[in-house]
């Protein structure tokens, strides 16, 4: 959907480099969320976000860091990347959380190859 | 704690009916949900249970029984489109985020 975009779509970085990735939405929702997916594991929670400054980390935060100063955007920055960083990268927005009736709208996908 | 399974690949021909099963173990729950990602994708939001039974919508019903933390997904008329991966998801301890199983890979063949 048109309501939440990723950038970039896809990066090749260095190992050690920091990397910085951008969600942005235009629904005004509350919540955000990061999520990594690789093969075998499935999507897994990284970080997330409940409001401007609100954040908190998931099941598997380590080497990643997250900020939320504006309602629409959540950035998710690898301080030092390495290879076991390699995946495609999802961020979902919601405007209820895990609430009944509203699912999460993600977007599209950043895939990072770190070599 | 919280985990989440599912059967990793399943097969079927066009016109079939199949059924993907979603086991979970939480300590707490506020429903349950499916999605549907193609290949090179993002994930759809499909379908939310909440209540035990059966919710349908069109030929993709979703059931849920909370006592024996079962849910399971029916395609109904299976067509080559319907080839794709499904997530199972449930809310976390804390009810803030979705916690995914790892996905069932379904492939439809004609």
């Not at chain 1, 896809?10 to 929702?29: D, I, M, S």
């Not at chain 1, 390699?86 to 009736?101: L, P, Q, R, W």
């Not at chain 2, 849920?64 to 395609?75: A, F, I, M, T």
Request: net charge negative; hydrophobic share 30%; proline share 3%.
């Amino acid at each position: 959907d048109a309501g939440i975009t990723q950038s970039p779509r896809h990066k090749v970085t260095e190992t050690g480099t920091p990397v910085t990735l951008r969600c942005h939405q235009t629904e005004n929702h509350r919540y955000m969320y990061w999520y990594r997916q690789d093969p075998g594991h499935g999507l897994r929670l990284i970080h997330y976000s409940y409001g401007v400054k609100d954040t908190d980390k998931g099941e598997v935060s380590d080497g990643y860091s997250v900020s939320r100063s504006k309602t629409e955007d959540f950035l998710l920055t690898l301080e030092s990347a390495t290879s076991s960083q390699t995946s495609v990268y999802f961020c979902a927005i919601s405007e209820g959380g895990t609430d009944a009736n509203y699912g999460y709208t993600f977007g599209s996908g950043t895939r990072l190859t770190v070599v | 704690g919280q985990n989440i399974d599912q059967p990793t690949e399943m097969t079927a021909t066009e016109g079939a009916i199949v059924q993907i099963n979603c086991t979970y173990q939480t300590s707490g729950f506020n429903g349950l949900f499916w999605y549907q990602q193609h290949a090179g994708e993002a994930p759809t939001f499909l379908s939310y249970n909440v209540l035990d039974g059966l919710e349908e919508k069109g030929r993709f019903s979703s059931f849920l029984s909370r006592s024996k933390g079962y849910s399971y997904l029916l395609l109904k008329e299976l067509q080559m489109k319907d080839s794709a991966s499904y997530l199972c998801a449930a809310p976390n301890q804390a009810g803030t985020a979705l916690i995914f199983g790892k996905g069932t890979t379904l492939s439809v063949s004609s």
